[in-house]
């Protein structure tokens, strides 16, 4: 069984930081792509930043320059640094681990989501 658990998210006031964290635990045999998404009530989840195994990056064009992907395979954990934050950046954000297990092929697993809310 797959474990997905993401931390960090809060209030924070426009142009602070927050940085989310998001391990991944159980019979995981390897780790393919780590990426952060995030919704809002009433719209579509959307894609947020992704890091492969090779740490090849990318981003969505509304965070570029703002937030920072990374992440530490020893600790199966993908990170989200995300500065100048924005009231538009309010959401849930989710992670996603493609990976595969010992006993499963390769898959994608959700984590439940934590909330980042930027306000005044």
């Known amino acids: 069984q797959v474990h997905i658990v993401e931390s960090g998210g809060g209030f924070v006031e426009p142009g602070g930081s927050l940085r989310l964290s998001c391990a991944a635990s159980g019979s995981i045999l390897r780790i393919i792509t780590m990426a952060w998404y995030r919704q809002v009530p009433g719209k579509r989840r959307e894609s947020v930043a992704s890091i492969t195994l090779g740490d090849r990056t990318t981003y969505a064009d509304s965070v570029k320059g703002r937030f920072a992907i990374s992440r530490d395979n020893a600790k199966n954990t993908v990170y989200l640094q995300m500065d100048s934050l924005q009231p538009e950046d309010t959401a849930v954000y989710y992670c996603?681990?493609?990976?595969?297990?010992?006993?499963?092929?390769?898959?994608?697993?959700w984590g439940q989501g934590t909330q980042v809310t930027v306000s005044s």
């Open positions: 996603k681990a493609d990976l595969s297990t010992f006993t499963r092929p390769r898959n994608d697993y």
